[in-house]
């Protein structure tokens, strides 16, 4: 059974840095997933962040451009989201997905932002 789990999340004062993590358990073929960033805030859909191909490609919402990085360590079955300049509506439930003819979901991490 895959399981993804996050952690990083936290309180940060606006323009401050997080780094995520979401570690894959109960997989031999971490490097060929595809990987992504979601995040949901209260009364709000859940809405995609950034995505990681199993090659490497990358791919963000517009409003996270030139302030998120997402990267990938197939090494360690780890997926990265590092957020910089954040913003107070950045604040959301930040959840790791990944897929390999399977879609799997992690709990979440919370990320709040304080103005």
């Known amino acids: 059974q895959v399981q993804l789990v996050e952690s990083g999340g936290g309180l940060v004062h606006a323009g401050g840095s997080l780094r995520l993590s979401c570690v894959a358990s109960?997989?031999?073929?971490?490097?060929?997933?595809?990987l992504a960033w979601y995040r949901q805030a209260p009364g709000k859909s859940r809405e995609l962040v950034a995505d990681?191909?199993?090659?490497?490609?990358?791919n963000y919402a517009e409003s996270v451009k030139g302030r998120f990085t997402i990267s990938r360590d197939n090494a360690k079955n780890t997926v990265y989201l590092e957020m910089n300049s954040l913003k107070p509506e950045d604040s959301a439930v930040y959840l790791c997905?990944?897929?390999?003819?399977?879609?799997?979901w992690g709990q979440g991490t919370q990320v709040t932002v304080s103005s």
């Open positions: 109960g997989t031999l073929f971490f490097r060929s997933y595809g």
């Open positions: 990681i191909t199993a090659a490497g490609l990358t």
């Open positions: 997905k990944g897929t390999r003819f399977v879609v799997y």
